[in-house]
């Protein structure tokens, strides 16, 4: 049984450029979210998606980020002009929909700086 | 107001002996789960324990048990025998049945255990 997984684990980029990751939950999770965590804090809500549905979306995700899960399956999230502010770890995690105390799990996320 | 507290920065612990780490909520909502979360230095969040809001009994994981005090709104993660690999960021989270199910994360508490 593979876990989340999550595409690219590091990236450098340049303040402006454009950045994707990639995120492929647990195969049977029809739910998938995506957060994000800078040093020293708690991840915060992004957005999630139940099946293809991004069924909602935090105030933190900006018009500069686009999350899609086109086919239900993998997700990717796109910030695009990057700023130094967005360095921070962005995390994938799946879950089933059907029950409150189903588990959330997390991939082992993606760190982005912008230098 | 911040929904998770976790009050303690960073803790230390003598390897074998336990440790409590400390989370208050804070929620309207009847219906709600209690997850704590260790994450190492690699960055992966990893699911330790989960608490129902109706569960009559302190959930329990192995080493890990949750002290769960309905009436205070506290959900104390408590880690018997501790090892160094126990070493690490804990986080509390709270998921809430009316808040689409995604999870709310406290600010952390840095364990470290001494040999």
């Known amino acids: 049984d593979t876990g989340v997984s999550q595409d690219p684990r590091h990236k450098i980029t340049k303040r402006g450029q454009n950045v994707t990751f990639r995120c492929d939950p647990i195969s049977e999770h029809n739910r998938l979210y995506w957060y994000r965590q800078t040093l020293g804090q708690g991840p915060e809500f992004l957005t999630y998606?139940?099946?293809?549905?991004?069924?909602?979306k935090s105030r933190l995700l900006s018009d500069r980020f686009s999350a899609e899960r086109p086919k239900g399956s993998f997700s990717t999230l796109e910030i695009q002009r990057t700023e130094q502010g967005d360095s921070a770890m962005y995390l994938c995690?799946?879950?089933?929909?059907?029950?409150?105390?189903?588990?959330?799990?997390f991939g082992e996320g993606s760190w982005l700086t912008v230098v | 107001a911040q929904k998770i507290t976790q009050t303690q920065p960073g803790m230390f612990v003598q390897e074998k002996e336990a440790v409590t780490l400390d989370c208050t909520y804070d929620t309207s909502d009847p219906s709600y789960g209690l997850f704590w979360y260790k994450q190492p230095s690699s960055g992966e969040m990893i699911f330790l324990i989960y608490q129902g809001s109706y569960d009559q009994q302190n959930a329990t994981e192995g080493r890990y048990s949750l002290n769960f005090q309905k009436a205070r709104k506290s959900a104390n993660l408590v880690i018997s025998a501790s090892q160094l690999g126990d070493s690490a960021m804990y986080f509390c989270?709270?998921?809430?049945?009316?808040?689409?199910?995604?999870?709310?994360f406290g600010g952390g508490t840095r364990l470290m255990v001494k040999p």
């Open positions: 989270a709270m998921r809430e049945n009316n808040a689409g199910n995604m999870l709310t």
């Open positions: 998606f139940q099946n293809e549905a991004q069924l909602e």
């Open positions: 995690a799946s879950s089933l929909v059907q029950a409150l105390g189903n588990t959330i799990y």
